[in-house]
């Protein structure tokens, strides 16, 4: 993979039109007033962390002046295709490595004997421990036009001594990368940009979280939640009410899945926790087929 000048070009156009398309659009009124104007200067910040980097010989590495910075890579690939990442991409963001030192800080104050010495041991840029090779892949499969890859180090410390009983696996973060497809299959790829920008800043500035399973895969649900919810709201308030008819039922096939997953969410979900799944949820997703959806999980 990579490329010739015109097969250069031709990615950085796909991006470069799908993101000016959604900025573009992020500036009307109503827009705006669907998703709010916090969550639109979020989806903004994100946008503008986005670089397009060079991908040698199908491996993307982050260049040294980005490692110290929160630079987000954002690459086109044909379906089939795929991108291996660097040891590189394993070192986390700034905002990710301070997160992590938030979280074992809350745990020093609570006088968790994780020792600080332990903390600099585990922290990736130092010693990524076990490193899922499948986490390291960035591709496509055909039903995805677009994804958020996030290489995943899991680290076990129950072996470690003096440590309290309790979860002592977590799961540290590497830098994320954005995937979109370079076919859009008759969808608009403003949309799918907004979604994967939410995904972004998912995942901008966590470092680390616990883990356990089950809770982990709800989060992954949790986080779709809240991405087809802005999509749809995006969809429908850029949605051109002078389509004619059939124009407009084109619109609305190209919507139909962020508007059916929002359905589910709007009218299963509790209003205090509005994007948090539950069993009433994961069952109606679970009926739909939906191929991101982990299987066999407990609430
Ligand atoms: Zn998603």
């Known amino acids: 993979m990579f490329f010739t000048p015109e097969d250069t070009r031709r990615r950085y156009a796909i991006i470069e039109s799908s993101q000016f398309e959604l900025v573009e659009n992020l500036a009307l009124p109503r827009v705006v007033e669907a998703l709010g104007q916090s969550t639109v200067d979020a989806i903004l910040e994100g946008n503008d962390q986005l670089y397009i980097p060079n991908i040698h010989n199908g491996e993307l590495i982050i260049p040294r002046r980005y490692r110290n910075k929160n630079k987000i890579p954002v690459i086109a690939i044909d379906p089939g295709e795929e991108v291996h990442m660097s040891e590189s991409v394993l070192i986390q963001t700034p905002a990710q490595k301070s997160q992590v030192n938030g979280y074992f800080q809350i745990a020093w104050e609570r006088d968790n004997p994780l020792s600080k010495e332990l903390v600099e041991e585990i922290l990736p840029s130092k010693n990524p421990r076990i490193v899922s090779d499948e986490t390291r892949r960035i591709h496509l499969n055909e039903n995805l036009l677009g994804r958020v890859a996030v290489p995943q180090m ?64 709800k989060d992954s649900i949790n986080q779709e939640l809240e991405a087809y919810h802005y999509h749809n709201a995006y969809d429908e308030s850029v949605f051109d009410p002078s389509l004619d008819f059939w124009q407009s039922l084109i619109a609305n096939r190209r919507r139909f899945l962020a508007n059916m997953i929002e359905l589910v969410r709007s009218s299963c979900a509790d209003p205090d926790r509005p994007f948090e799944v539950n069993k009433e949820i994961y069952e109606e997703l679970k009926f739909m087929n939906i191929s991101w959806l982990p299987e066999n999980v407990e609430f």
């Open 154 to 217: 899991y680290i076990d410390l129950s072996d470690a001594e003096s440590l309290p009983a309790g979860n002592q696996k977590f799961v540290l973060f590497g830098r994320p990368v954005m995937a979109i497809c370079t076919e859009n299959r008759g969808y608009s790829m403003d949309s799918l940009f907004l979604h994967e920008l939410i995904h972004v800043n998912q995942f901008r500035s966590k470092g680390i979280t616990s883990y356990v399973k089950n809770e982990y895969y």
